[in-house]
């Protein structure tokens, strides 16, 4: 595909005028996906597909095509120039924009990660024979992701990787259940094996009667699966600078009005070392971090370069959603391997679920516990809970009454797949946090 | 002429096997969004490919492609067919032993002014003083006015002899508008579900949706002005734009059959249905009346034929409270211990995606009484519109949903204005709390083009009609003081 679409877009470049600019992001892929149900395959398939965004600059109007590649030379020929056309119609009759920026893209970036994966049909066959008296339900994702950037300024980045991402969960009866995740670039089957015992290991306490709770105040265990999930909502226009200012984001009151987090928390987007590419929708590299918040103070939000223009801000390598791709939050001195003494008597809760705001302007969120959570007494587990609702604010679970994190941290490779699967990736501790505020 | 030729060299390729099937999807889209009063970048799509599925020596394989030229379609084929070899014998069902739907025939939506024949300057002349206006007065911090037109046309054919072609046009317009004062932001807005539908240019009249707009900033700034919802167990009077996410949430997931029979355990969940419930267990109160009904017109999940090519027809769903039968396809009730037949529902979001269970248009008939009655006979309670938050447990139970727009009803009136209203409450219980149903005047289409479900993920259009509904005994409660 690599060659195919340097060659395309530069074919593409002859036809333009000399007030013209064009850019073109590619994002593609061809994936394996496997669902499984009790065990065994419920379906499977293949997916090749490729979709480029035609951005055309025509002084300082502009607008956007996005065009699906068939790699087959007639039919994209067609397409293209459909969507040039359609592109400098749109530019004809709109206004200009004055939000453009026309920052010129620079450097070249290649990177093709190599392909380790094992044959999928292989994986699949080893899921269904090492899990066929148990009660396995999830997806098995493989195959190579492509995004690439060119543009008629002669500016190309290409990157590649090549993964695959099993997101699993081992269920005993209703809704009780162990959720499990084994993403990578190769197939271990030992890390398979050991996972899987340890989830029939889990499975063994959730036999016991459930511990009935009743609403109100907790101490609690968030382990690195359910921070992951707080994680995910907060990205949700939390740290766009364009959301913080036009304050439709959590976070608006800490940037308009000093609120803080704990000083424990720390959030940093880290580039430089993730599964994402380096480059974004523009062409512009990636710096390696951007500090968002630094020991629960805000320092500043994501940054696309059209938010730039508008607010005179120096971009900081996102694209136009300013939603978080590889967050890590830092980790802190609580030793995990004795996370239960350190909760003492309280709910251990190893995911959340459906997670939205409450209360916005608070940061209030609510959400469910789900999968595998426990009643610790002691230090001991006693038994599993059912599941319950939180209802509580970023402020005081995240603030005053965050006690600690854990010293290590857990990576989550995400298993999304809306329309493509995703580069995104998160790496996160537990918390042990007082007062955690169930509802329901 | 050139899509047979795709069905003839997959007919070639998967010569001798039980069944296969071909779906050639073909999407065209345009976005133009006004934010603050200044245009966004405008933002088109052209999207083509197809999904071939074959079910052969009792395996179930797809493969998908955006390659249709003849070898691109030849080697998709070829990939299908070798899923579904390899995989058959840890297959959860004997795929070569199901009865696949064999129909023909065609759909298009019902539209009077193709959005296509509007040209783009005429669409930013309608949108752009909109978007002024929305934009003005200094307690405003952020507006966002948007119009998203989809095309859509899909054609299926079965080496059983189905031929189905059906043709989509949706318009969905949506506003929204933010106010801030007194260290408070409060928004005001048209959802995209709100006047989503299967037409053409005509729907912006139809709707008034100018006139909606044009009420926003207004509202907005009393919002931001109102006390907090208070906390208390009280009736409430549901309006249609929120009972929209009732239904959907804790009528329309739980009765997916997948759901069910464990599919969507790992992702979206499961369902505190069961099999066993069907034909007797009170989902709610004698009140409540639930179909699936693909043949309302407009609506935004109506059409003739599911993705697999079943007949889509109206059915009850829950019948004077009664669950009668669960929304699936006829892959899941063949998997099932359930007698029925599926309900025309198997739909995928796309081309890159096989067909699921999917809700489709689930609605709530409407009932015998009047606005004015229903709040005439709440003494103390609350008046809920517009959903901006939703939760609910992976079996569908334990829900939290907030709305923007709150107000009191006091001894059968509408009096002060509260923001930040939110309730909770369970599934199983909530339903058979239904105290009064809405009548025809009361009663609105809309539909959300965002449920997202399935592995790989995926999102599609559902539609969901209702009356407007009061509830008794519910907790409701407000924001952070």
Not at chain 2, 79 to 94: F, K, Q
Not at chain 2, 113 to 132: F, G, R
Not at chain 2, 141 to 148: C, F, K, R, Y
Not at chain 2, 357 to 385: C, F, H, T, W
């Amino acid at each position: 595909m690599k060659g195919y679409f340097f060659t395309k877009m530069k074919g593409l470049y002859q036809d333009l005028k000399a007030t013209e600019r064009l850019d073109i992001y590619l994002s593609g892929e061809v994936s394996d996906f496997c669902r499984f149900n009790k065990s065994k395959v419920r379906q499977v398939g293949n997916v090749k597909q490729a979709f480029a965004q035609l951005h055309l600059m025509s002084g300082k109007k502009h607008s956007f095509v996005t065009v699906g590649l068939s790699s087959s030379n007639d039919l994209d020929d067609v397409a293209l120039a459909s969507a040039l056309s359609t592109l400098r119609s749109l530019n004809r009759v709109i206004p200009e924009d004055p939000y453009l920026s026309l920052e010129e893209p620079f450097g070249n970036i290649d990177v093709v990660e190599p392909n380790n994966l094992t044959e999928p049909s292989d994986v699949i066959d080893s899921i269904c024979s090492e899990s066929s008296n148990l009660d396995l339900v999830g997806i098995y994702t493989s195959g190579s992701i492509f995004r690439a950037y060119s543009s008629s300024l002669g500016v190309e980045h290409w990157f590649e990787t090549t993964n695959f991402n099993f997101d699993w969960s081992l269920y005993l009866r209703g809704d009780k259940a162990v959720k499990l995740g084994y993403a990578g670039s190769s197939w271990d089957q030992q890390v398979f094996l050991d996972k899987l015992t340890g989830a029939k290991a889990q499975l063994k306490i959730l036999e016991k009667p459930d511990h009935s709770i009743s609403p109100g105040k907790y101490r609690a265990y968030l382990a690195p699966a359910a921070v992951n999930e707080v994680m995910s909502l907060l990205s949700w226009n939390g740290f766009s600078e364009r959301a913080l200012r036009n304050k439709s984001s959590c976070f608006h009151k800490m940037k308009h009005e000093g609120l803080t987090l704990s000083s424990q928390i720390s959030f940093t987007e880290k580039f430089k070392g993730s599964s994402s590419p380096l480059f974004d929708q523009t062409g512009a590299v990636r710096p390696d971090q951007v500090s968002l918040i630094a020991q629960g103070a805000h320092v500043q939000g994501l940054v696309s370069a059209r938010t730039a223009k508008e607010f005179g801000l120096k971009p900081t390598g996102v694209d136009c959603e300013e939603g978080i791709m590889a967050i890590e939050m830092n980790s802190g001195n609580l030793d995990a391997a004795h996370i239960l003494k350190e909760l003492n008597t309280g709910l251990y809760i190893s995911n959340l679920w459906y997670l939205n705001y409450s209360d916005l302007n608070n940061c209030r969120i609510t959400g469910m516990t789900r999968f595998a959570s426990f009643w610790v007494e002691n230090g001991e587990i006693v038994a599993p809970t059912g599941v319950m609702r939180f209802d509580d604010s970023c402020y005081d679970f995240f603030g005053k009454n965050l006690c600690g994190l854990t010293s290590t941290q857990e990576l989550f490779l995400s298993n999304s797949s809306y329309t493509e699967r995703s580069t995104d990736s998160s790496l996160v501790p537990g918390a042990v946090v007082d007062d955690f505020q169930l509802t329901l | 002429m050139y899509n047979e030729n795709l069905f003839k060299q997959v007919s070639s390729t998967l010569a001798g096997v039980d069944y296969f099937s071909l779906r050639l999807c073909d999407e065209k889209s345009k976005k133009l969004s006004f934010r603050n009063g200044v245009l966004d970048p405008p933002s088109c799509s052209q999207d083509r490919g197809a999904m071939v599925v074959v079910h052969d020596r009792g395996g179930m394989g797809y493969a998908a492609t955006s390659d249709l030229s003849d070898s691109g379609i030849q080697q998709a084929a070829s990939n299908a067919r070798t899923w579904a070899h390899r995989c058959a014998a840890n297959a959860v069902t004997n795929f070569s032993q199901l009865e696949m739907p064999v129909q023909s025939g065609s759909y298009k939506s019902p539209v009077v002014k193709h959005s296509s024949s509007v040209t783009d300057a005429d669409m930013l002349s309608y949108l752009s003083p909109l978007a002024t206006h929305l934009s003005k007065g200094s307690d405003i911090v952020d507006s966002v006015i948007e119009l998203w037109l989809v095309e859509y046309r899909q054609q299926l054919w079965t080496n059983s002899g189905s031929v189905v072609e059906q043709d989509f046009e949706f318009i969905f317009p949506s506003a929204s508008v933010a106010a801030s004062k007194n260290n408070d932001v409060q928004r005001r807005g048209i959802g995209i579900d709100l006047y989503g539908a299967q037409a053409g240019w005509e729907r912006l009249d139809h709707c008034g949706f100018k006139e909606h707009v044009e009420s926003l900033p207004e509202e907005a700034i009393e919002l931001v002005l109102a006390p907090n919802c208070p906390s208390e167990n009280m009736d409430i009077l549901i309006a249609p734009d929120q009972m929209v996410l009732q239904i959907h949430e804790s009528i329309g997931h739980p009765l997916e059959l997948d759901r069910i029979i464990g599919d969507e355990r790992n992702y979206a969940g499961t369902s505190f249905v069961n099999e066993e419930m069907f034909g007797s267990y009170q989902y709610g109160s004698e009140l409540l009346n639930v179909v699936y009904d693909p043949t309302m017109s407009g609506e935004l999940a109506s059409f003739n034929f599911d993705d697999e090519g079943q007949l889509a027809e109206k059915q009850h769903i829950i019948k004077n409270g009664i669950l009668q039968r669960p929304i699936g396809g006829v892959l899941s009730h063949a998997r099932s211990s359930l007698d029925s037949q599926g309900v025309g529902v198997s739909r995928s979001c796309s081309w890159n995606r096989p067909p699921i269970d999917r809700m489709a248009n689930l609605n709530v008939e409407p009932g015998q009484s009047q606005l004015e009655e229903m709040m005439q006979a709440i003494d103390r309670g609350l008046y809920l519109k517009t959903n901006n938050s939703w939760s609910i447990d992976d079996s569908r139970n334990k829900f939290q949903f907030g709305c923007e727009w709150g107000q009191l009803i006091e001894n059968g009136k509408l009096t002060n204005v509260v923001k930040n209203p939110s309730y909770r409450g369970i599934s199983a219980n909530f339903w058979r709390n239904l105290k009064m149903v809405g009548d025809e005047s009361t009663f609105k289409v809309m539909g959300t083009p965002y449920c997202g479900k399935g592995e790989p993920n995926q999102v599609i259009r559902v539609g969901h009609a209702s009356p407007a509904c009061v509830f008794e005994h519910i907790d409701v409660f407000g924001g952070r003081s």
